[in-house]
């Protein structure tokens, strides 16, 4: 039988264990969004790239809407999921959002590049990638550097694209 010591010893175990589970996940999502600012060449940038995504979601009336702001829609489409992420490009890094609908995959920076250096032309990086004409979605990992997490894109057309730096990496590759 067991007695009001034993009831009460048993309730703090189970506090203990729901602590430990909570504190884990807090250090994995900390570890994330430190990934994630760290991989940019200024981290006040990344973290103002993440500011300036959230103002724009909250007064463009939400994911759906910017989404549709940012690429024109298609007939039926619907949004499953957008990731904080980075683009690699050969100048580095791109910081942007990762856009995953029902008809497609589609990236937009959230700063404006110049097109080449001395020119006064600039524009987001967007890539676009139709459902069907993926060929592969490859996970990958720095062997260095284990918690340095990538999704390798080909299209079936032989286009590479790699993205990063993901706030919520294996949420990512769950789509």
């Not at 994630?36 to 990344?46: D, K, Y």
């Not at 490859?138 to 286009?159: F, M, Q």
Request: net charge positive; with cysteine.
């Amino acid at each position: 039988m067991s007695g009001p010591m034993d009831n009460m010893l048993e309730s703090l175990s189970q506090c203990g264990k729901r602590v430990e589970v909570a504190t884990k996940r807090a250090e994995a999502i900390a570890d994330s969004v430190w990934h994630h600012l760290r991989m940019s060449h200024s981290l006040t940038e990344a973290a103002m790239a993440r500011l300036n995504q959230g103002t724009k979601v909250l007064t463009g009336g939400g994911k759906e809407k910017v989404f549709q702001q940012e690429f024109e829609n298609l007939a039926g489409e619907k949004l499953l999921h957008s990731y904080a992420c980075y683009l690699s490009t050969s100048h580095g890094p791109v910081i942007g959002m990762l856009y995953i609908s029902n008809k497609r995959l589609a990236f937009c920076s959230d700063f404006c590049h110049y097109l080449s250096p001395g020119k006064p032309n600039f524009m987001h990086y967007k890539v676009v990638v139709q459902l069907d004409q993926l060929g592969t979605v490859n996970p990958s990992a720095n062997r260095w550097k284990p918690s340095e997490k990538y999704i390798h894109i080909v299209t079936r057309d032989g286009y590479e694209f790699w993205f990063m730096g993901f706030i919520s990496y294996d949420k990512a590759l769950r789509i």
